[in-house]
């Protein structure tokens, strides 16, 4: 049992460190404000791409433009005109009346005429800015209202980064007095002839039903907030995504008519029957605007009355039909909810062996946790997203920092088996099948086909006895680079140097299965052959050059069963490769040094030639019995073409 405990461990101790600690350092930084902006911008973003949904036509509003203030003659319009066109309204038998204007003074002529209105309309409901704020004092109702107690406050919650995102049911002052909203009037008047009422769940916890509604009030760190003024009765606001949001011209969110209109009898009998009518100043002089997730600029901000609407409407879409409100998780749930997906990205980039594959997977779990949070929020839920993204991505790139800490030692144990003698790209499939083919810091033996390529020096003898040593070292050293970064490019491994002989071995540590991989490596092996000889033919230019002497070759090259693996003691290993296709390319390399070959003698075995038959000109040496083997063996010469004889 201890022993399984510390194999899990050791597997999973990458994950079980990135985890917490990014998840830790992600919710602290979330404690402190600093996601606040980028959750709401996330949030904005969501509200955007949500699905367009109709106008609510239970709503008209009476919007006051230029044209209707200049033919006012005044502003603010006088008591007289307000009178008439709430007696015009009222004709039209609505189900309730906002207005969405101060109206604290009265202004002359018709002030009693308004008065009269105001207590002869008991679905009439006005407006005060009960609370002051940065953007100006408190503003009282009309007396007249507040003495029927006909009023609805209509404060408006701006974030920090100017928008509203926020909208208040009621305000409760210091005195305990509780003012409840414009919005929120009119809807209870709209509802409570449809038999809908207001019922207390938890009062405690400020829970209430509204027909199909339940509502409960902000605590201070809902959702993205940190730190929140919940003053009041505060919920989050649910926009209709309507295809005129955040459109420059004449595109109304809710069926708007002018004071013009209305006064002049331009508009149906029956437009306002049974709907809440908001009155309300649309004027761009008056800057009456407020910005919300789907402005961009002043001139495509809602004004104050269309906000309200947007308000009533959610009230009403809840309680009715069942809209969805916006809820958010506790906060212990939303902190279980970003280590969750910081497990995720720690096991995505723990379980995933390439960095690419580590960031596409990142990508892909995070585009997949997006869209979820997306859907979520269509069902009314506001999940924390830049956060978890965060976790997401943060214990991807912690975990990558630790595989590549802790592979150092693997790493190094490859490199010193097989040091230079590999190109990138072997070296890099080693790397990748390191868990097969490691073990205690040795590549395992293993039985596999191959194709060995033996080469040697002629003369090579002469030469030593005819050149200072130190010459002589210069020289074949500058031959042996040459010719390993031969085998190097064409994906063989420099098996070792004996001498002035090379071995080297293609389709190794990483194994050939296939019928079409053993033939690659076969004819990379003599393109390797032809290769070498291009290039000693360039090097004895040089050394000719130089007055050094210059030499031919001779290569052989089989293919067949081979056995690789780690060879050595402790302190000294060696990867290398045996048997009897090794003996084999080593017996043609040496094979009757009177049949000349020119520049680059390469004789090749049968199983080579038949992996390689119709890619390379070869021509039929004949079957003959190599040295310390039983079995004849047909070889055939690979012409080295366009090279010169020596």
Request: glycine letters at 8%; one cysteine or more; hydrophobic letters at 45%.
């Amino acid at each position: 049992m201890y022993k399984k405990l510390k194999q899990f461990l050791g597997q999973w101790r990458g994950v079980l460190i990135a985890t917490p600690t990014v998840a830790g350092l992600i919710i602290a930084l979330r404690l402190t404000g600093t996601l606040q902006l980028l959750e709401w911008a996330a949030l904005d973003q969501f509200f955007r791409f949500r699905p367009l949904e109709p106008s609510d036509r239970r709503i008209v509003i009476v919007a006051i433009n230029e044209l209707d203030i200049r033919k006012a003659g005044q502003w603010p319009i006088s008591d007289a005109v307000l009178a008439k066109l709430l007696l015009k309204i009222k004709q039209q038998q609505p189900r309730a009346i906002g207005l969405n204007l101060f109206r604290d003074l009265s202004v002359p002529p018709g002030h009693e005429a308004l008065v009269d209105v105001f207590e002869s309309t008991p679905n009439l409901i006005g407006s005060e800015k009960v609370v002051g704020n940065a953007y100006g004092d408190s503003i009282a109702p009309p007396p007249a209202l507040r003495k029927l107690n006909q009023v609805g406050a209509v404060n408006t919650v701006i974030d920090a980064d100017g928008k509203v995102r926020r909208a208040l049911l009621s305000v409760t002052l210091k005195n305990g007095e509780t003012t409840e909203s414009l919005a929120t009037r009119l809807a209870l008047i709209y509802l409570e002839a449809k038999g809908i009422t207001l019922e207390e769940i938890d009062a405690a916890n400020f829970k209430y039903r509204l027909g199909k509604a339940v509502f409960t009030r902000m605590k201070p760190d809902d959702g993205g907030y940190i730190g929140l003024d919940t003053g009041g009765y505060q919920i989050l606001l649910n926009f209709r995504n309507h295809s005129c949001r955040g459109k420059l011209g004449k595109c109304f969110v809710y069926q708007t008519v002018s004071m013009t209109e209305v006064l002049e009898g331009r508009i149906p009998t029956d437009l306002m029957r049974d709907r809440i009518v908001l009155i309300g100043a649309s004027a761009e002089s008056l800057k009456d605007r407020v910005f919300t997730p789907y402005s961009n600029s002043p001139f495509t901000a809602p004004t104050g009355v269309e906000l309200n609407a947007d308000l009533t409407s959610q009230i009403l879409s809840a309680a009715i039909e069942g809209r969805p409100l916006i809820h958010v998780w506790s906060e212990p749930g939303e902190w279980l909810w970003i280590f969750l997906w910081s497990f995720v990205g720690a096991t995505v980039g723990g379980r995933l062996l390439h960095i690419h594959s580590r960031m596409t997977g990142i990508v892909l779990v995070g585009s997949t946790l997006a869209i979820g949070s997306f859907l979520a929020f269509l069902a009314g839920w506001w999940l924390p997203i830049v956060p978890v993204l965060l976790a997401l991505g943060g214990s991807g790139v912690a975990i990558t920092a630790y595989i590549a800490y802790t592979e150092s030692e693997d790493r190094q144990a490859v490199m010193n088996l097989l040091g230079q003698h590999v190109s990138p790209k072997i070296a890099q499939a080693i790397w990748r099948d390191r868990n097969q083919l490691l073990k205690g810091g040795q590549l395992l033996g293993k039985n596999l086909t191959a194709t060995v390529l033996f080469t040697d020096i002629k003369g090579f003898t002469t030469i030593t006895e005819q050149t200072e040593p130190e010459t002589l070292m210069i020289w074949l050293n500058e031959y042996m680079n040459v010719m390993a970064q031969s085998v190097l490019d064409h994906d063989g491994v420099v098996d070792k140097f004996i001498g002035d002989a090379v071995m080297a071995v293609f389709g190794i540590p990483i194994p050939s299965n296939k019928r079409e991989e053993i033939a690659k490596d076969a004819c990379a092996a003599v393109s390797c052959a032809l290769d070498m000889g291009a290039k000693l033919k360039a090097l004895n230019q040089q050394w000719q050059e130089k007055g050094l002497p210059t030499v031919a070759m001779r290569i052989g090259i089989a293919t067949g069963l081979v056995v690789t693996g780690s060879v050595g003691s402790r302190e000294r290993l060696n990867y290398t490769t045996i048997g009897d296709s090794v003996n084999i390319a080593a017996r043609l390399e040496s094979y009757d040094k009177s049949l000349d070959g020119g520049i680059c003698r390469i004789l090749i075995a049968e199983e080579t030639h038949r992996h390689i038959q119709g890619k390379f000109p070869t021509q039929f040496i004949g079957t003959v019995q190599l040295k310390g083997r039983k079995q004849p063996v047909q070889i055939y010469l690979v012409p080295l073409q366009n090279a010169d004889k020596i």
